[in-house]
């Protein structure tokens, strides 16, 4: 089946430093990719909806400078918290469709829990 | 726009007892409508979805879901709970964007 690989699954940094993640669809091509942010026994909140080639589109309340997406590739989306601070460790999980089925579920990574001392 | 309504924050079962979990919908059009599993620190694995063709929709794991319109209801049933079901649950509606409902806590005891 599809396969979504997400990368660090963990990572801790001090302050101030910028951490990126990285989202792959490993057997499939995907034009859309989403980066969710989930709090500790909380849903998923959709921040952004990446296209490849083109800019992200961010939700409501979600800082364009703070969380930049690049979506160079059908294969690869990226996601750098600039200048991380406390209130941003959370844990981060991308998802990804496939072009030709645009009704088909997405298909999640396994999450990137990033804390911020 | 959709929205969805998970309306147990948490349920308990005793293993090898029936599974239910709640989740309405509100949605302009006719949505696709999903049931996703998250074990702890994991991301999500796709139990069911519903995409507009058969109302009873089955899934992985012996798990089922009806679609039924004039309930704007998708609940989430299984027969017989086993404690690997143990994890947090997720209803969600799809006009292209997805939106989770806030999740059910599912409990297996012994």
């Known amino acids: 089946g599809a396969v979504v690989s997400q990368h660090p699954s963990w990572v801790i940094c001090k302050s101030g430093t910028s951490v990126k993640i990285e989202c792959r669809s490993l057997d499939f091509q995907a034009t859309t990719m989403f980066w969710y942010r989930q709090f500790p026994k909380q849903s998923l909140m959709l921040m952004a909806t990446s296209n490849e080639g083109s800019k992200a589109t961010y939700e409501q309340g979600v800082e364009k400078d703070k969380f930049l997406i690049n979506h160079a590739s059908l294969t690869l989306s990226t996601l750098t918290v600039t200048s991380a601070h406390p209130e941003d460790s959370s844990f981060y999980i991308c998802?990804?469709?496939?072009?030709?089925?645009?009704?088909?579920?997405?298909?999640f990574g396994d999450g990137t829990r990033l804390s911020i001392l | 726009a959709q929205s969805v309504t998970q309306l147990d924050s948490h349920v308990s079962v005793s293993e090898g007892t029936p599974v239910l979990l709640r989740c309405n919908y509100s949605?302009?059009?006719?949505?696709?409508l999903f049931w996703y599993v998250q074990h702890p620190n994991k991301g999500l694995q796709l139990l069911l979805k519903y995409t507009s063709a058969a109302t009873l929709v089955k899934g992985i794991n012996g798990f089922e879901a009806e679609f039924k319109k004039s309930e704007t209801s998708f609940h989430l049933t299984k027969p017989s709970a086993h404690m690997s079901d143990a994890a947090e649950y997720f209803c969600?509606?799809?006009?292209?964007?997805?939106?989770f409902g806030a999740g059910t806590r599912l409990t297996v005891k012994p």
């Open positions: 949605s302009s059009y006719s949505p696709s």
């Open positions: 998802s990804a469709t496939d072009r030709e089925w645009s009704n088909q579920p997405q298909h």
């Open positions: 969600v509606v799809s006009l292209g964007d997805m939106r």
